[in-house]
């Protein structure tokens, strides 16, 4: 009887274990197939899955470097772009945890250099990304230097940080991504601890968690041994686009996807920093107005499908990067790309759905209704973000609310539409039908207010009074305006040239989508240009 059972016990053990074989032989064939572009004529991609620390997939596609044929693999060490931001936080919540700096710290405790904004300005504000700190990289691109074209270094993020005279809002007040905040985190690492910050991380993060193959890009011309090189595709192939740079902190984590996942699995372990470390890291911000933001110190902590998510994204040159954690079901997903035109975020979620199954669902779709053409109508329009002064287009096509960035919106009511990126467009209608004002209310809880405007077409002589030149010592920058057939150009030396788009009444866009605006005093006449490029508002520059 008991060999019998015995025989029993061995054959339900083999079939289980058939089983899981096969199911595991079918999950890695449809990742393989998710990541089926990617071939030997072409860089590729590193895809890593872990389940409660346990290594449960690691799989690499496309080549390492296409001049030499060498393939990807899964030790190949790629570029994290801001997925490194992370590991930046987390040094300093370990001196925090050491007692050597409180994150309520004012930054100028440790950068005295930083200007007097006259409104407390924390650590805690530039790990959240609500500093307001203008982005230095953007700066420096309207100096004509944008990244990639010189080798930017932690002295240049200085230089350009104590001109600014302003921020893009006190602190606290909002949440707006600025690599600024990580690269001065990444100095305060350094002057604190007095050791570099780089020696730093790998003493007291990646040693320890056994993170061999990660180090820091501080120095681009290292030879790193294994290091998968960076490309953009072009119309014919592929081109080389490495970073050139030695500012790191905000970026430049060099490192592998089974690296990646020994870090994923210190937050259940906490073998570094321990549960104290971690509880903070993942702790949400929180806005002066009250109002909780998606963003903890480093990580974004938000859900996907209807499954809590913590995870961050990066792009360097020609580098992409995913890496994301679903502690409710103990599961990793880190995706490493040498391939500018690989949707790491996207294939890290396809990734994902196949370990999440059933526990990852979708929204049931919002009950819309049809409005009547001339209530639609009612509500197109061009309208500007009063705080930004972008311009949005919206028309009408197909019973749809559709805006100049392509996204479409449907009828929840007369005055309240879902549009397709998730948020949704509440109309402040007048007794009459006007449309006063259009708040997008967006998917993490921001609100942004638009107000109806005037297209504006300029008449013959209309461009004249904003020819000029414009300097600003703040992007150390001079712009030339020319009035020439009717259209006004933006000129900058040595060659570059670009139309300016009116839109409406002293705002205007040139191709990139930057917005310009320009000041008049009370006499009416123009006597500054106003830049805003998304991670910089209001740049002044001064017309002579």
């Not at 570029?79 to 936080?89: D, I, L």
């Not at 100096?143 to 010189?150: K, L, Y």
């Amino acid at each position: 009887m008991r060999f019998r059972v015995l025989l029993l016990a061995l054959a339900l053990t083999s079939h289980v274990a058939h089983a899981q074989a096969a199911q595991r032989q079918d999950t890695v064939g449809r990742v393989d197939s998710l990541f089926s572009r990617l071939t030997t004529s072409t860089p590729g991609c590193a895809v890593g899955v872990s389940r409660h620390g346990r290594t449960a997939l690691a799989r690499a596609y496309g080549m390492a470097n296409l001049e030499y044929d060498a393939p990807l693999t899964t030790e190949s060490i790629i570029e994290a772009g801001s997925v490194a931001k992370q590991f930046t936080a987390a040094a300093v919540l370990l001196l925090a945890q050491q007692g050597k700096l409180s994150i309520d710290d004012p930054v100028r405790k440790h950068i005295p250099e930083l200007p007097d904004y006259g409104a407390p300005l924390t650590i805690r504000h530039m790990l959240n990304h609500t500093s307001g700190l203008r982005d230095w990289g953007t700066v420096a691109a309207v100096e004509g230097w944008p990244r990639g074209s010189r080798v930017h270094t932690h002295d240049h993020v200085l230089d350009i940080v104590t001109r600014q005279r302003s921020l893009n809002f006190p602190p606290g007040s909002e949440y707006l991504y600025s690599n600024t905040g990580y690269n001065l985190l990444a100095i305060i690492v350094q002057r604190v601890s007095g050791r570099a910050f780089a020696d730093f991380t790998r003493t007291e993060i990646f040693e320890p968690l056994g993170m061999a193959r990660t180090s820091w890009r501080d120095d681009y011309t290292r030879v790193v041994k294994g290091r998968a090189t960076a490309y953009s595709p072009t119309r014919t192939g592929f081109r080389l686009n490495m970073p050139f740079e030695n500012v790191h902190g905000n970026g430049g984590l060099l490192t592998t996807v089974e690296d990646l996942l020994r870090w994923s699995a210190n937050f259940d372990a906490g073998h570094v920093g321990g549960p104290a470390l971690l509880r903070e890291q993942v702790r949400p911000g929180r806005l002066t107005s009250g109002r909780e933001i998606e963003y903890a110190a480093g990580l974004g902590v938000s859900r996907y499908r209807g499954v809590p998510q913590v995870s961050h994204s990066g792009a360097t040159a020609g580098y992409r990067a995913f890496l994301a954690r679903y502690p409710d079901q103990g599961l990793a997903v880190a995706v490493l790309c040498n391939h500018a035109g690989a949707p790491a975020v996207t294939l890290g979620h396809r990734v994902a759905d196949l370990f999440l199954g059933a526990a990852a669902t979708d929204p049931a779709p919002p009950k819309t209704i049809a409005l009547a053409p001339d209530v639609l109508a009612a509500r197109a329009g061009l309208y500007r973000n009063t705080v930004t002064w972008e311009p949005l287009r919206i028309s009408v096509r197909d019973g749809k609310l559709i805006d100049n960035r392509g996204t479409e919106a449907v009828a929840l009511s007369p005055n309240l539409f879902h549009a397709s990126n998730g948020g949704r467009a509440l109309f402040d209608v007048a007794p009459d039908g006007r449309t006063r004002a259009l708040r997008l209310l967006q998917e993490d809880g921001d609100t942004l207010l638009f107000l109806p405007v005037e297209p504006w077409t300029p008449a013959p002589g209309d461009l004249a009074p904003f020819a000029g030149t414009y300097t600003s010592d703040e992007a150390a920058a001079t712009f030339t305006l020319v009035q020439q057939a009717g259209k006004l150009l933006l000129r900058q030396r040595p060659t570059l040239s670009l139309e300016l788009q009116p839109r409406y009444r002293d705002v205007f866009e040139v191709p990139t989508g930057d917005i310009i605006r320009f000041v008049r005093d009370d006499s009416g006449k123009v006597i500054e240009m106003s830049i805003f490029l998304g991670r910089v508002r209001d740049l002044r520059f001064k017309r002579q």
